[in-house]
């Protein structure tokens, strides 16, 4: 059974930080590229930052660029998104993703999302 479970959200003054963990079960996590999403109500879903399977890369929105920094550990099936100089306007729910694509059929996981709040 796959499972993707996020933790660490809060609520979080402007400015402050947090760091999301999304811990992976049921597939074979070191072979998945691992994605951080958003989605605020009425809006669309925005990707964050990705990071490849064995963390040799990273992606990043503009808009988190230079603050927030997506790292893995593949020994604990572990992803984690690190949010520095948090705005009011990220108050959101932040879900992982974990997605390969093979010849024959593309795998998208998705966990339950936690809910991150910037205010003071």
């Known amino acids: 059974q796959v499972q993707l479970v996020e933790s660490g959200g809060g609520l979080v003054q402007p400015g402050g930080s947090l760091r999301l963990s999304c811990v992976a079960s049921?597939?074979?996590?070191?072979?998945?590229?691992m994605n951080w999403y958003r989605q605020a109500p009425g809006k669309e879903r925005e990707l964050v930052a990705r990071i490849s399977s064995l963390g040799v890369s990273t992606n990043y929105a503009d808009f988190v660029k230079d603050r927030f920094t997506i790292s893995r550990d593949n020994a604990k099936n572990t992803v984690y998104l690190q949010m520095n100089s948090l705005k009011p306007e990220e108050t959101t729910v932040y879900c992982c993703?974990?997605?390969?694509?093979?010849?024959?059929?593309?795998?998208?996981?998705w966990g339950q999302g936690t809910q991150v709040t910037v205010a003071s």
């Open positions: 993703n974990g997605r390969k694509a093979t010849w024959s059929k593309d795998y998208d996981y």
């Open positions: 049921g597939f074979t996590f070191n072979t998945y590229a």
